[in-house]
T-cell receptor
Protein backbone atom coordinates (compact mmCIF):
# COMPACT_ATOMS: atom_id res chain seq x y z
CA UNK A 1 0.00 0.00 0.00
CA UNK A 2 0.87 3.65 0.03
CA UNK A 3 1.80 5.40 3.28
CA UNK A 4 3.65 8.49 4.40
CA UNK A 5 4.69 9.26 7.95
CA UNK A 6 5.34 12.64 9.53
CA UNK A 7 5.49 13.84 13.13
CA UNK A 8 2.09 15.10 14.20
CA UNK A 9 3.32 18.24 15.98
CA UNK A 10 6.45 20.34 16.25
CA UNK A 11 7.01 23.39 18.42
CA UNK A 12 9.81 25.93 18.09
CA UNK A 13 10.55 29.56 18.94
CA UNK A 14 10.91 32.52 16.64
CA UNK A 15 14.26 32.68 14.92
CA UNK A 16 14.98 29.00 15.41
CA UNK A 17 15.44 26.25 12.83
CA UNK A 18 13.06 23.31 12.59
CA UNK A 19 13.17 20.12 10.51
CA UNK A 20 10.05 18.18 9.56
CA UNK A 21 10.74 14.63 8.46
CA UNK A 22 8.76 12.51 6.05
CA UNK A 23 9.20 8.81 5.31
CA UNK A 24 7.24 7.15 2.58
CA UNK A 25 6.31 3.75 1.30
CA UNK A 26 4.72 3.78 -2.13
CA UNK A 27 4.46 1.45 -5.08
CA UNK A 28 5.97 4.03 -7.42
CA UNK A 29 7.82 7.28 -6.90
CA UNK A 30 8.21 10.34 -9.04
CA UNK A 31 9.01 13.00 -6.49
CA UNK A 32 8.35 14.49 -3.06
CA UNK A 33 6.45 17.76 -2.60
CA UNK A 34 5.83 19.90 0.44
CA UNK A 35 2.75 22.03 1.14
CA UNK A 36 1.86 24.56 3.80
CA UNK A 37 -1.69 25.04 5.05
CA UNK A 38 -2.81 27.71 7.48
CA UNK A 39 -5.99 27.11 9.47
CA UNK A 40 -8.96 27.69 7.22
CA UNK A 41 -6.78 28.18 4.18
CA UNK A 42 -5.82 26.30 1.06
CA UNK A 43 -2.68 24.18 0.90
CA UNK A 44 0.06 26.09 -0.89
CA UNK A 45 3.06 24.56 -2.62
CA UNK A 46 6.48 25.03 -1.05
CA UNK A 47 8.96 22.78 -2.82
CA UNK A 48 9.53 19.67 -4.90
CA UNK A 49 12.38 17.15 -5.03
CA UNK A 50 12.55 14.65 -7.86
CA UNK A 51 16.22 13.83 -7.36
CA UNK A 52 18.36 13.23 -4.29
CA UNK A 53 19.77 16.25 -2.57
CA UNK A 54 18.88 19.61 -1.16
CA UNK A 55 16.67 22.26 -2.76
CA UNK A 56 16.74 25.73 -1.27
CA UNK A 57 14.07 28.39 -1.63
CA UNK A 58 14.64 31.33 0.65
CA UNK A 59 14.16 30.35 4.29
CA UNK A 60 12.85 26.92 3.28
CA UNK A 61 14.91 23.97 2.11
CA UNK A 62 13.83 20.46 1.22
CA UNK A 63 15.91 17.30 1.08
CA UNK A 64 15.33 13.93 -0.51
CA UNK A 65 17.04 10.56 -0.24
CA UNK A 66 15.32 8.09 -2.55
CA UNK A 67 17.41 5.16 -1.32
CA UNK A 68 16.14 5.78 2.22
CA UNK A 69 12.59 6.73 1.13
CA UNK A 70 13.05 9.80 3.25
CA UNK A 71 12.84 13.52 2.96
CA UNK A 72 12.62 16.59 5.15
CA UNK A 73 11.59 20.20 5.09
CA UNK A 74 13.90 22.64 6.84
CA UNK A 75 12.55 25.98 7.96
CA UNK A 76 15.08 28.59 9.05
CA UNK A 77 14.69 31.89 10.85
CA UNK A 78 11.23 30.90 11.99
CA UNK A 79 8.55 33.56 12.05
CA UNK A 80 5.16 33.58 13.74
CA UNK A 81 3.50 33.40 10.35
CA UNK A 82 5.14 29.99 9.78
CA UNK A 83 2.70 28.50 12.30
CA UNK A 84 0.71 26.15 10.07
CA UNK A 85 0.35 22.54 9.04
CA UNK A 86 2.93 21.10 6.67
CA UNK A 87 2.23 18.14 4.40
CA UNK A 88 4.61 16.02 2.40
CA UNK A 89 3.18 14.43 -0.74
CA UNK A 90 4.50 11.76 -3.08
CA UNK A 91 3.68 11.56 -6.74
CA UNK A 92 2.90 7.88 -7.01
CA UNK A 93 1.53 5.42 -9.52
CA UNK A 94 -1.05 2.77 -8.78
CA UNK A 95 -3.18 0.53 -10.95
CA UNK A 96 -5.19 3.48 -12.21
CA UNK A 97 -2.44 5.96 -12.92
CA UNK A 98 -0.49 8.68 -11.22
CA UNK A 99 -1.76 10.61 -8.23
CA UNK A 100 -0.47 12.51 -5.24
CA UNK A 101 -0.48 10.75 -1.88
CA UNK A 102 -0.34 13.12 1.09
CA UNK A 103 1.12 12.56 4.51
CA UNK A 104 -1.00 13.15 7.63
CA UNK A 105 0.53 16.58 8.18
CA UNK A 106 2.72 18.16 10.85
CA UNK A 107 1.34 21.03 12.86
CA UNK A 108 4.07 23.58 13.52
CA UNK A 109 3.62 26.05 16.35
CA UNK A 110 6.05 28.96 16.49
CA UNK A 111 6.28 30.59 19.91
CA UNK A 112 7.44 34.16 20.59
CA UNK B 1 -4.23 35.56 -12.78
CA UNK B 2 -7.23 34.23 -10.90
CA UNK B 3 -6.70 31.27 -8.62
CA UNK B 4 -8.73 28.12 -8.22
CA UNK B 5 -12.32 28.92 -7.31
CA UNK B 6 -14.56 26.53 -5.45
CA UNK B 7 -18.25 26.94 -4.78
CA UNK B 8 -20.05 26.81 -2.49
CA UNK B 9 -17.63 27.51 0.35
CA UNK B 10 -19.91 26.16 3.05
CA UNK B 11 -22.95 23.95 2.95
CA UNK B 12 -25.06 21.89 5.30
CA UNK B 13 -26.95 18.81 4.19
CA UNK B 14 -28.81 15.99 5.89
CA UNK B 15 -28.20 12.28 5.57
CA UNK B 16 -29.51 10.78 2.38
CA UNK B 17 -29.31 13.99 0.38
CA UNK B 18 -26.91 14.61 -2.45
CA UNK B 19 -24.52 17.47 -3.08
CA UNK B 20 -22.70 18.94 -6.06
CA UNK B 21 -19.51 20.94 -5.65
CA UNK B 22 -17.95 23.08 -8.33
CA UNK B 23 -14.35 23.93 -9.16
CA UNK B 24 -13.01 26.44 -11.67
CA UNK B 25 -9.30 25.86 -12.29
CA UNK B 26 -6.66 28.40 -13.13
CA UNK B 27 -6.96 29.48 -16.73
CA UNK B 28 -5.00 27.14 -18.97
CA UNK B 29 -4.86 24.32 -16.47
CA UNK B 30 -6.28 21.11 -17.87
CA UNK B 31 -5.88 18.85 -14.85
CA UNK B 32 -8.29 19.02 -11.94
CA UNK B 33 -8.07 16.73 -8.95
CA UNK B 34 -10.26 16.45 -5.88
CA UNK B 35 -9.30 15.66 -2.30
CA UNK B 36 -11.24 15.04 0.87
CA UNK B 37 -9.67 16.49 4.00
CA UNK B 38 -10.70 15.39 7.47
CA UNK B 39 -8.88 15.83 10.79
CA UNK B 40 -8.34 12.11 11.20
CA UNK B 41 -7.47 11.10 7.64
CA UNK B 42 -5.63 14.08 6.20
CA UNK B 43 -5.94 14.67 2.46
CA UNK B 44 -7.39 11.70 0.65
CA UNK B 45 -7.33 11.57 -3.14
CA UNK B 46 -10.73 11.25 -4.77
CA UNK B 47 -10.14 11.52 -8.51
CA UNK B 48 -8.33 13.42 -11.22
CA UNK B 49 -9.68 14.70 -14.52
CA UNK B 50 -7.66 15.74 -17.52
CA UNK B 51 -9.21 17.04 -20.71
CA UNK B 52 -12.68 15.82 -19.66
CA UNK B 53 -11.47 12.28 -18.92
CA UNK B 54 -11.09 10.70 -15.53
CA UNK B 55 -7.43 9.80 -15.44
CA UNK B 56 -7.24 8.32 -11.96
CA UNK B 57 -9.42 7.65 -8.97
CA UNK B 58 -8.93 6.98 -5.30
CA UNK B 59 -10.42 4.40 -3.01
CA UNK B 60 -13.85 5.93 -2.44
CA UNK B 61 -17.29 4.35 -2.90
CA UNK B 62 -19.28 4.87 -6.06
CA UNK B 63 -21.40 7.52 -4.29
CA UNK B 64 -18.56 9.89 -5.10
CA UNK B 65 -18.43 10.90 -8.72
CA UNK B 66 -17.17 13.75 -10.80
CA UNK B 67 -16.86 15.18 -14.26
CA UNK B 68 -14.98 17.80 -16.17
CA UNK B 69 -16.31 20.09 -18.82
CA UNK B 70 -14.69 21.29 -22.01
CA UNK B 71 -13.64 24.55 -20.31
CA UNK B 72 -11.83 22.44 -17.65
CA UNK B 73 -14.30 23.35 -14.93
CA UNK B 74 -15.08 20.35 -12.79
CA UNK B 75 -17.86 19.19 -10.55
CA UNK B 76 -17.99 16.45 -7.98
CA UNK B 77 -21.15 14.86 -6.69
CA UNK B 78 -21.79 12.88 -3.55
CA UNK B 79 -25.05 10.99 -3.41
CA UNK B 80 -26.84 9.46 -0.42
CA UNK B 81 -24.83 11.50 2.03
CA UNK B 82 -23.56 9.91 5.23
CA UNK B 83 -22.40 11.58 8.43
CA UNK B 84 -18.85 10.50 7.63
CA UNK B 85 -18.88 12.56 4.45
CA UNK B 86 -18.56 15.72 6.52
CA UNK B 87 -15.24 17.15 5.41
CA UNK B 88 -13.42 19.87 3.55
CA UNK B 89 -13.40 19.06 -0.15
CA UNK B 90 -10.42 20.54 -1.93
CA UNK B 91 -9.96 21.00 -5.62
CA UNK B 92 -6.51 21.38 -7.15
CA UNK B 93 -5.53 22.32 -10.66
CA UNK B 94 -2.32 22.05 -12.65
CA UNK B 95 -1.18 22.24 -16.24
CA UNK B 96 -0.82 18.50 -16.65
CA UNK B 97 -1.15 16.89 -13.23
CA UNK B 98 2.02 18.16 -11.63
CA UNK B 99 4.21 15.34 -12.92
CA UNK B 100 7.21 17.50 -13.71
CA UNK B 101 6.88 20.25 -11.11
CA UNK B 102 5.19 18.44 -8.24
CA UNK B 103 2.99 21.49 -7.86
CA UNK B 104 -0.75 21.59 -7.44
CA UNK B 105 -2.75 24.80 -7.01
CA UNK B 106 -5.48 24.37 -4.45
CA UNK B 107 -8.74 26.20 -3.96
CA UNK B 108 -10.04 27.28 -0.55
CA UNK B 109 -12.29 24.25 -0.44
CA UNK B 110 -15.96 23.50 0.14
CA UNK B 111 -16.77 22.64 3.71
CA UNK B 112 -19.58 20.11 3.83
CA UNK B 113 -21.44 19.32 7.03
CA UNK B 114 -23.83 16.39 7.04
CA UNK B 115 -26.40 16.31 9.84
Amino acid sequence: GQSLEQPSEVTAVEGAIVQINCTYQTSGFYGLSWYQQHDGGAPTFLSYNALDGLEETGRFSSFLSRSDSYGYLLLQELQMKDSASYFCAVRDRDNYGQNFVFGPGTRLSVLP
Amino acid sequence: KAGVTQTPRYLIKTRGQQVTLSCSPISGHRSVSWYQQTPGQGLQFLFEYFSETQRNKGNFPGRFSGRQFSNSRSEMNVSTLELGDSALYLCASSLSGGESTGELFFGEGSRLTVL
